[in-house]
């Protein structure tokens, strides 16, 4: 039996309230809540609204609601938390439990685990969302998606406001500042300091997105990155692995596992709290642009833009030492450069450029180097003419 969708709704514009990234409620995205949760999880998430809370005032909220023992309690928070529709507040703040917002968010984390066959449904209904969004990049969606983004982070522009709802009333909520990028990319250099700050508390479990491709027998990742690559760090990864959906490494095997993954032209994605790049970081994402969501469905034209900060850019050295193999463009997950075989010459758009590195990492000669270049860069939606 589907949930009742006027509340689903509800749920859903406070997880959206709780991130820079907003999930419209499409079909496949209520249907996925449907597969997610019963009813009394969801009027229990509505109720516990978007401010952070202890322990002992979501137990208290509980037991107020549905009454019931102790051992109801608890594995009813079990379940919260093993699902990931809740997670700590921050690293500084993590005896406080705050909703988690959808993408990036408890998807992830609830579908990380040994696969199941909740779970396998949940990332096929995400992944139908996507095929959605490719439907919708048209005018003038696709100019306001751009617009909106494009204009988050410049000074003068009015704070982005998000509307939840809260006991059957609409609020909206007015964030104090523009917002900054959504996550951030890294060379692997600056990913050893991460995994560095935080030694003892470093988790690894199944990408998201390779996971969608294991459940769909589709081809298997072409850089040959294994399905265990996404790792989480700090208060989320206790929980994480607490509930059985990430395995603890230690620091020695999480560095063995960066290199591995650098080797095979990985994008090291880091995504914070609020998916907001100035808050605490929660996971790293060792991406490529063949399976990842976030970047495979930019280069296939959905409705999807990459903003991201970045710390780095490939700076010319020699390109008299090119041979043109194109190493370089195969390895762009935002296609900022290639080797352009009629011009005979290398092909670089600033604008475009993450910073991730793997341009001078694939390549074998030393046409160019990696220079300090800390920005935000927001890449547009790919028009479909164009692709």
Not at 129 to 137: A, D, E, P, Q, S
Not at 200 to 223: G, S
Not at 347 to 371: A, S, Y
Request: hydrophobic fraction near 35%; glycine fraction near 6%.
């Amino acid at each position: 039996m589907s949930l009742p969708e006027k509340k689903v709704k509800q749920l859903i514009d406070m997880m959206n309230s709780m991130s820079s990234a907003n999930i419209p409620a499409k079909k496949p995205i209520l249907e996925m809540f449907d597969i997610a949760m019963d009813e009394k999880t969801l009027d229990y998430l509505i109720a516990m609204g978007t401010k952070p809370h202890t322990v002992g005032q979501l137990r208290n909220g509980y037991h107020k609601m549905y009454g019931g023992t102790k051992e109801d309690w608890e594995a009813f928070w079990a379940e919260l938390l093993n699902m990931a529709f809740v997670h700590p507040h921050s690293e500084t703040e993590r005896h406080l439990y705050e909703l988690s917002p959808i993408f990036p968010g408890w998807i992830e984390f609830a579908t990380g685990g040994p696969l199941t066959e909740k779970r396998a449904a949940i990332i096929n209904k995400f992944v139908e969302f996507w095929g959605v969004l490719k439907t919708m990049n048209v005018l003038p969606m696709r100019f306001l998606n751009d617009h909106k983004t494009a204009n988050l982070g410049k000074k003068g522009i009015p704070p982005r406001t998000s509307v939840y709802v809260s006991k059957g009333n609409l609020k909206e909520v007015s964030l104090n500042r523009p917002l900054t990028s959504q996550q951030q990319t890294l060379p692997a250099g600056d990913v050893l300091k991460l995994l560095d700050k935080y030694k003892d508390e470093i988790a690894v479990m199944n990408c998201f997105c390779r996971q969608y491709k294991n459940i769909n027998d589709l081809d298997p990742c072409n850089q040959g990155l294994p399905l265990e690559t996404c790792m989480s760090v700090g208060a989320i990864s206790r929980q994480m692995v607490d509930n059985g959906v990430a395995r603890n490494v230690p620091y020695e095997e999480a560095v063995e596992m960066l290199a591995e993954f650098e080797k095979k032209g990985c994008i090291h994605t880091t995504f914070h709290y609020a998916n907001n790049a100035d808050k605490d970081e929660m996971v790293i994402c060792n991406c490529c642009k063949d399976c990842c969501l976030l970047y495979s469905r930019w280069i296939e034209g959905s409705l999807s833009k990459i903003y991201t900060r970045a710390f780095y850019s490939p700076k010319m050295i020699d390109e008299s030492k090119c041979v043109g193999c194109n190493l370089c463009g195969k390895h762009c997950p935002t296609q900022a450069i290639y080797y352009d075989k009629n011009a005979k010459k290398l092909v670089f758009n600033h604008e475009l450029c993450i910073g991730c590195g793997q341009c001078v990492n694939q390549c074998k000669f030393e046409v160019r180097e990696m220079v300090e270049d800390q920005r935000d860069v927001f890449v547009k939606t790919k028009n479909p003419k164009k692709l």
